[in-house]
């Protein structure tokens, strides 16, 4: 998968003549108000699958990466992301080329139309495009609510400290025991997003609008502290992990032995997931944008894998290893048990040497974090069940997802992450051979609307009405 992934990512860079280079253009874009068909202003589509992006995987995932692949890990992480920009354009381009309206005019797009409207083969689009949807909707209830919900009541916990409140001793029908904490906490959840997921995208959109960017910056802002305060460890930081992604060699007085190869399956892996780029999760929320032309769109929803690896994951990296030159005793996180734990460790310890207010700075990022990707989530899977079952099945699928939502907050767990993992997996599979059986229309486009400086033109391609189920 990860070979699958990463070949896409450089093929495509090639097929759309590097088209990372139009990053400045394409993030001026992003804040620019556009015409032409769509639901919400290209900016909002973009915060609102930033909502999904940014999440706990890039303080978790990142810490995760840096245990398990040493430093080296990092430098992976950050070329997956400046190469996945490519395809993160190139599956936006399709979805937003192929959407259709239902009859009430709302836009309706992702790799399921793509496939369904783009293939010759009308059947194996058709086989393609439910296998992405059914994928993508099982995803949304496992990494979009189970996981993220108990990443944020797990954060608030363990703020608590050793509170009563907070003692898990509520036994679940003998599967999992809970706290009363946990329990407030998932009520409190499950009405925050309903308000939000029961109005729909526009809805959706005009809470990410001010919720992502107040979100990234507050975090950007803690992790530039943290490096700050461990300023003169900064250059050290990135010299050990540009040389640590080419030769192995142990790192933090030896805490951390690895290979090459690892750094390299580890910090692809964490950024590949990290980004979403060929899951084809973005164009779900990208294809109801506002927009003249679907390369403009494209360039736009670009950015998001920009801030998200290129920018966000890359800050993260080096504020967790400048901080652990600095105090090389916080390295005893590396011996902690398991990946899970050792993580958790890794990243509370080096936000606390923030003086005072650290461990809650950490603890409201991993809460909006994961509030912000289950209201992503929620949007997708919504899309993906209105393709399958019909708009009837959404008030249905809502009150599953916030079912969910609850039983992850108080702690269901396990399964639920093994199952997450392998559809959110699968579900790039069938999006990746939209990607690539469309490549040659992606390159066509880019370069009428792109290279030939054509953006502000308007494509006057009819958009179908979709029959209702």
């Known amino acids: 998968m990860i070979l699958l992934l990463l070949g896409t990512h450089v093929f495509m860079t090639f097929r759309t003549g590097f088209i990372q280079r139009k990053i400045p253009k394409a993030i001026k874009l992003s804040v ?53 920009i490519a395809t993160k354009y190139s599956e936006t381009l399709i979805a937003v080329k192929y959407r259709v309206k239902d009859h009430n005019g709302n836009m309706l797009g992702g790799a399921m139309y793509a496939l369904q409207r783009g293939f010759k083969r009308k059947t194996l689009g058709k086989v393609l495009g439910i296998l992405f949807a059914v994928f993508a909707a099982i995803a949304s209830f496992g990494i979009g609510a189970a996981v993220q919900a108990n990443s944020l009541s797990g954060a608030i916990v363990s703020l608590s400290g050793t509170a009563a409140i907070a003692e898990a001793n509520i036994d679940v029908f003998g599967l999992f025991m809970t706290s009363p904490l946990q329990i407030i906490v998932g009520l409190i959840l499950v009405a925050l997003i309903a308000v939000v997921i029961m109005g729909g995208i526009k809805v959706i959109s005009r809470v990410c609008e001010k919720l992502i960017p107040a979100m990234t910056i507050f975090y950007v802002l803690a992790c530039l502290v943290l490096i700050v305060i461990n300023g003169q460890y900064f250059i050290d930081a990135i010299g050990l992990i540009v040389v640590c992604a080419f030769t192995p060699q142990a790192a933090f ?27 084809g999760s973005s164009p779900l929320v990208a294809s109801s944008a506002i927009t003249r032309n679907p390369a403009r769109q494209a360039l736009v929803s670009m ?28 390295s005893a996180a590396f011996n902690d048990g398991s990946f899970l734990g050792a993580t958790a460790t890794l990243v509370t310890t080096c936000f606390a040497q923030i003086p005072v207010v650290g461990p809650l700075v950490l603890c409201i990022g991993l809460v909006l974090f994961a509030y912000s990707t289950m209201v992503g ?11 399958l079952f019909g708009k009837h099945a959404i008030k249905p699928y809502q009150i599953v997802f916030l079912c969910i939502c609850f ?22 599979v069938p999006n ?37 189920k």
């Open 377 to 387: 989530w929620s949007y997708y899977g919504n899309r993906c069940i209105t393709y």
């Open 407 to 428: 039983l992850g907050a108080i702690g269901l767990q396990g399964f639920v992450w093994d199952i997450s993992d392998i559809t959110n997996a699968l579900m790039a």
């Open 32 to 84: 620019t108000k556009d015409s032409g068909a769509g639901d919400v202003s290209p900016f909002a589509a973009l915060t609102t699958s930033l909502a999904a992006t940014i999440g706990t995987g890039n303080i978790i995932g990142v810490g995760t990466a840096l245990i398990a692949g040493g430093p080296g890990a990092i430098f992976w992480m950050w070329i997956t992301g400046v190469f996945g």
């Open 303 to 330: 950015t998001g894998t920009f801030w998200d690896t290129v920018i966000v994951c890359a800050l993260t990296g080096i504020a967790l290893v400048s901080s652990i030159l600095a105090s090389p005793e916080i």
């Open 432 to 468: 990746l051979i939209a990607v690539l059986g469309l490549s040659a229309l992606i390159a066509r486009e880019t370069k009428h609307y792109v290279w030939g400086n054509r953006l502000e033109e308007e494509d006057t391609t009819p958009i179908p009405i979709e029959e209702s």
């Open 253 to 279: 007085g030896g805490a951390v032995g690895t290979s090459i190869m690892i750094a390299l399956q580890l910090g692809c892996a964490r950024g590949l997931f990290s980004n979403e780029s060929g899951l």
